[in-house]
């Protein structure tokens, strides 16, 4: 295991770095940076950065629309509550769900890649 403790998907997860666990992943909101600043592991996965926008996308607009069909049909709201109810709650969930799920998937590609291709230093 190493110093940072968890798995790397964990370590992701926790917007550190998933070799060392102590590094910063993140370089602003979602920008990851290029390099670990504790082990110099190079962070940026090779392609798939659109990946975790899609997954959420895909995720919370399932969840609002179905919520948002059983409130219809029970409550029959008009539609000016739909969208001052839908649209924010909708919006929170993605901008909520980017950083975990996008150092999630950091993580898991990391551990997918490999110890010979991950400290290209």
């Known amino acids: 295991m190493s110093a940072g403790g968890g798995s ?3 370590r992701g997860l ?8 102590q ?8 920008r990851l ?6 082990c110099g592991t190079e962070l940026a996965p090779p392609g798939g950065a659109e990946d975790p926008f899609a997954l959420i996308v895909l995720a919370v607009g399932i969840l609002v629309v179905g ?6 049909i029970r409550y029959a709201w008009p539609i000016w509550l739909h969208l001052v109810v839908w649209l924010p709650l909708a919006l929170g969930l993605c901008l ?4 975990p799920t996008r150092g999630l ?3 898991i590609q990391y551990r997918v890649r490999g110890a010979g291709a991950r400290d290209r230093r």
């Open 8 to 10: 790397a998907a964990g």
């Open 14 to 21: 926790a917007g550190r770095c998933p070799a060392c666990g």
């Open 23 to 30: 590094g910063r992943l993140f370089d602003g909101f979602i």
């Open 33 to 38: 940076a290029p390099r670990c600043s504790v």
């Open 67 to 72: 919520a948002a069909l059983v409130v219809e």
């Open 96 to 99: 909520a769900l980017l950083r």
């Open 105 to 107: 998937l950091v993580g």
